[in-house]
């Protein structure tokens, strides 16, 4: 690399203005922003990136899944393309930085590489995109381009039919769309993200960038324990086929086993739904959403089997019957030996400290794994605080990692 290039850095006030116009959008009374996929806000957020690519002067490039991107293109005919970016949807009431900082930072290396004339070796694309944060769907965009979306995802996802046919429309994509924004591997040269760490051990160690070196794999299920619906009142203990009984111990177990055999792994149920739901109404059924995450695939399979077995063993202990509806996973994902190095270098060229770290977070960087070279850095969360509004970031710590990734796309494009 050249000199001239080592000295370019991305424009702080330019940034930091994007990023507030990009935050401004679903901002919530808490500082946080409410975007889920295809919200109005959501639906805002996209037009305003869409506006902005067009009136910088950018191709303005979308796809049947609803990704949006600027694409600089190289001077070489039929090159690959290194995209870089995040998303623009949020978890409900979530913060600004996950994912929003992404595509500001992607934008903002485009518009220096834009300005400087830098000759580049492959397209470089500035993505937003679409439900990264699965509303509906999860990594929806990146898997389509990956060609790992299938109808059958898109049949059951984990946001319900109806939510994701309505979200569709309000963004004109269906089904065919989203099954057509397949992309060759051939054509895809990488895919690097700057994201915030959602954790601590950053702001602990006191390092400015981790170099993600593995992201978790992801699975989600349903899980339908059913009972029978009684008088609260006049059942007795014994004879309640009591559906929130299965749930709730299935629950508890689930935590115990995952602390003590599988401690490189998380569960969550973030969410149980009873039927009919009343005080006096024995709960006739439960919906539960199930979520778990490993590092390793060894131990995502074994925890896959352990958690399924453990649901049909409370189902049997409380009398239940149980469903049990898969709706995805997410293979653990490591990144790129190449891209990490670069990465590194890239830090110690800008005089910051680096370590490596696994993500525990879901990003699209894990759909495109096995298609292209990808990696990711992350930076400080104050707190490790990350879904919520109390997200935050030091905008100096912005400002370093959307350099390293500048310095990292001169290192990989040109
Ligand atoms: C996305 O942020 C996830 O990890 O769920
Ligand atoms: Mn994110
Ligand atoms: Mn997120």
Redesign the pocket.
């Known amino acids: 690399m050249t000199s001239t290039f080592s000295s370019l850095r991305i424009n702080s006030d330019r940034m930091l203005d994007s990023f507030t116009q990009a935050s401004s959008f679903g901002a919530t009374s808490e500082g946080g922003v409410n975007r889920p996929s295809f919200s109005e806000a959501h639906l805002q957020a996209r037009k305003w990136f869409r506006e902005q690519i067009e009136s910088a002067g950018f191709e303005f490039r979308t796809d049947g899944a609803g990704n949006h991107s600027a694409v600089i293109a190289s001077e070489t005919k039929q090159s690959p393309t290194l995209i870089i970016g995040?998303?623009l949807d949020s978890v409900p009431n979530g913060g600004k930085y996950?994912?929003g900082l992404?595509v500001v930072a992607a934008f903002e290396v485009l518009k220096i590489l834009q300005e400087n004339r830098i000759k580049l070796k492959v397209n470089v694309e500035a993505m937003d995109f679409t439900d990264?944060?699965g509303t509906l769907v999860g990594l929806l965009g990146s898997a389509a381009i990956a060609g790992h979306l299938h109808q059958k995802d898109l049949d059951n996802p984990r946001g319900g039919r109806e939510n994701l046919l309505e979200g569709m429309k309000c963004a004109g994509l269906s089904d065919e769309s989203m099954l057509s924004a397949k992309r060759k591997p051939e054509t895809l040269a990488g895919y690097l993200?700057l994201?915030?760490e959602?954790g601590k051990r950053l702001e602990k160690s006191k390092i400015n960038i981790g170099i993600v070196s593995a992201i978790v794999g992801i699975a989600s299920y349903r899980l339908t324990f059913i009972g029978k619906a009684n008088h609260a009142g006049t059942t007795t203990m014994e004879d309640r086929l009591d559906a929130s009984l299965g749930a709730s111990s299935f629950t508890l177990k689930a935590r115990e086993l995952v602390m003590s055999e599988y401690k490189n792994s998380v569960v969550n149920v973030g969410k149980m739904e009873f039927s009919p739901g009343a005080f006096n109404i024995v709960p006739a059924q439960v919906d539960l959403s199930l979520e778990f995450r490993s590092a390793t695939q060894d131990e995502f399979d074994k925890l896959d089997e352990a958690l399924i077995s453990l649901a049909k063993a409370e189902a049997q202990k409380f009398d239940l019957e149980l469903t049990i509806e898969f709706l995805g996973k997410h293979s653990p994902s490591p990144m790129s030996d190449k891209v990490q190095t670069a990465f590194a270098s890239a830090c110690d060229d800008l005089g910051l400290t680096h370590t490596s770290l696994t993500s525990g977070?879901?990003?699209?960087a894990q759909s495109l794994a096995d298609l292209c070279p990808v990696g990711m850095i992350f930076i400080p969360s104050i707190n490790g605080i990350?879904h919520s509004p109390k997200e935050f970031t030091e905008w100096e710590d912005c400002v370093n990692g959307a350099n390293v990734l500048l310095q990292t796309v001169l290192k990989l494009a040109t």
């Open positions: 995040s998303h996950d994912g992404g990264e944060e993200e994201h915030i959602q977070a879901g990003h699209d990350s």
